[in-house]
């Protein structure tokens, strides 16, 4: 499973766990709730344009910061955003021993009334030593349901860079 799937997964899970929540508790307590973390993170990334592009493993460790924001009006309607972020996650290459950098943001929001909208936004990037061994991937996913139940809009942009 790649790491971007994982990350929407997680994203998907907590946004229905936290929204089940909310509308657990009474009308009157519903509003705003917030969870700001972080928590430690271990993954190994294949970096196709290491090695003189020979490609290679890097090892990642630090921490992923996490926050989350669940709205529920009075009348139902559900907002949820998300934030994530690594901290502090760096490694080494498991071939040439390069020290890596893992950077970016993913942010995704989360609406649903009569209906239901969602849009994820990834931006990974794995930093190396040296010209030529930095990698990207950059992805952008949307959906939109009506009230029927239809997809009106859907898109997946994914793109993958070696610089």
Do not use: W
């Not at 990642?60 to 529920?72: A, K, R, V």
Request: glycine content about 10%.
């Amino acid at each position: 499973m790649t790491r971007i799937l994982k990350m929407r997964l997680v994203c998907i899970g907590l946004a229905l766990s936290l929204t089940l929540l909310g509308l657990a508790l009474p009308a009157s307590t519903r509003a705003e709730n917030v969870l700001n973390m972080s928590f430690p993170t271990n993954i190994f990334v294949f970096v196709p344009c290491a090695d003189g592009g020979a490609g290679e493993y890097v090892d990642l460790s630090g921490d992923i910061h996490l926050l989350f924001d669940l709205t529920i009006s009075n009348s139902g309607n559900i907002h949820v955003k998300s934030h994530t972020n690594p901290q502090g996650v760096s490694g080494v290459a498991l071939t040439t021993g390069d020290k890596y950098q893992g950077t970016g943001v993913t942010q995704s929001e989360f609406n649903a009334a009569v209906g239901m909208e969602t849009t994820f936004i990834d931006n990974f990037r794995i930093i190396g030593q040296g010209p030529g061994n930095n990698f990207s991937v950059h992805e952008t996913f949307h959906v939109t349901i009506n009230a029927n139940g239809d997809v009106t809009v859907f898109f997946d942009n994914i793109s993958v860079d070696c610089n």
